[in-house]
């Protein structure tokens, strides 16, 4: 594996979490809220904690 494509990986992966953000989507934790606060994704804690069991 040549060094370019890892480094495309973590480029690609930080445009996809930023693409996701931007539809809404929101953190499943309070833990994902501060991880991607750490890695600058996101200012602020946006986690919605919620006890909805889904039927499918």
């Known amino acids: 594996m ?3 494509n890892i480094v495309f990986m973590f480029i690609y992966n ?3 979490i930023n693409g ?3 539809k809404g989507y929101i953190p ?3 833990a994902d ?3 991607l606060i750490s890695k600058n ?3 602020s804690p946006i986690y919605q904690d919620s006890d909805d069991d889904f039927d499918f």
């Open 41 to 43: 994704f996101i200012a």
């Open 33 to 35: 809220s501060q991880i």
């Open 14 to 16: 930080r445009i996809y």
């Open 28 to 30: 499943a934790s309070e």
């Open 2 to 4: 040549d060094l370019s």
């Open 20 to 22: 996701l953000l931007e």
